[in-house]
């Protein structure tokens, strides 16, 4: 009898060690890279990564990363992705074209784009599909405005990309010292004192705006327009949470405080939270921050969890 009980022992011995493995790995954030959202470009793929705890459908914040248009990665955002999960988030990171391949409006397709595969796949990763924020540095905070303003707007959407039938409305925004209104920039920097980084001016041809847009800035001030996120607001965009630099010499800090005037206006104050910095400048250790990075997730907690 005692060598039936042992062999029996056997069997049960390994089945426990299988599931003390997969319970084990489960504590573990789910990570895939480089998946594609869309098939235009090779900069058309993202990054997932799922929460250790909570409760299924996760809240997701899209990570926008900066680079002028013209450079950067999605890995550069790994910053919310390694905050954003201990709160509970999903968080997604896209790439998107950059200016030396396509020029705009091919960076708001891509963002957009990703929102509608986000959807699109909220039943395989468990992501919420009425929560999802975007979350951007610079130009990455560019485009989370404007994803965030212009809404579900025909002309910043190109559903041949893929996933036609969903929206790419986001219901909050978190703007990390994004430019708006490029038209401005030089002006703004000019009230201020400012001299531009390398003094590059913004209505430079060789600007990383004019580069974005294709030609000189000021010479084609319609299309530009067409670009601001100030362009398309209206009463039903998302709540807001915007930070800048008041020493920042590459993107002004006027920038900010308009958007977030003209947001206050037409969304009301209490959806709308600006914090301007004394002394702080582009993309400073300042911002890098546990308790920056909570201030941000504190605003989408207050939002997604709390029902602001």
């Keep these: 009898m005692a060598r039936v009980l042992s062999v029996m022992r056997v069997p049960l011995i390994v089945a426990v060690a299988l599931l003390a493995c997969a319970l084990g790995g489960m504590r573990k954030p789910l990570v895939e890279t480089d998946v594609a959202y869309a098939t235009v470009s090779d900069r058309n793929k993202l990054d997932i990564y799922l929460p250790e705890e909570g409760n299924k459908p996760y809240p997701v914040i899209v990570g926008i990363h900066g680079g002028a248009f013209w450079s950067g990665d999605k890995q550069g955002e790994s910053f919310i992705y390694k905050n954003g999960l201990q709160r509970g988030y999903a968080v997604v ?27 699109a796949n909220a039943d395989v990763y468990g992501f919420d599909p009425e929560r999802i924020a975007v979350w951007g540095t610079s130009a990455g905070g560019y485009l989370a405005a404007l994803a965030g303003t212009s809404g579900d707007v025909d002309g910043l959407e190109d559903k041949s990309m893929g996933y036609p039938d969903q929206r790419s409305r986001v219901q909050a925004v978190v703007d990390w010292y994004g430019p ?13 004192g400012t001299t531009p980084v390398m003094g590059l001016y913004h209505d430079d041809p060789k600007s990383p705006e004019s580069l974005l847009m294709g030609a000189p800035i000021q010479d084609i001030p319609a299309q530009v327009r067409l670009a601001n996120p100030e362009t398309y607001i209206s009463p039903d965009d998302p709540p807001f949470f915007i930070q800048h630099g008041l020493a920042d010499d590459y993107v002004p800090w006027k920038q900010s405080d308009g958007l977030a005037r003209k947001l206050q206006q037409v969304i009301g104050q209490e959806r709308v939270s600006l914090h301007l910095w004394e002394g702080v400048g582009h993309g400073t250790g300042e911002f890098f921050t546990p308790e920056n990075y909570a201030k941000s997730l504190d605003f989408l907690d207050e939002v997604f969890k709390n029902n602001r």
């Design 93 to 119: 990171c896209i790439n998107y074209r950059l200016s030396q391949e396509a020029k705009f409006p091919a960076q708001i397709h891509d963002v957009k784009a990703a929102i509608r595969w986000v959807r």
């Design 180 to 192: 708006t209104d490029f038209l401005l920039m030089d002006q703004q920097d000019r009230e201020t």
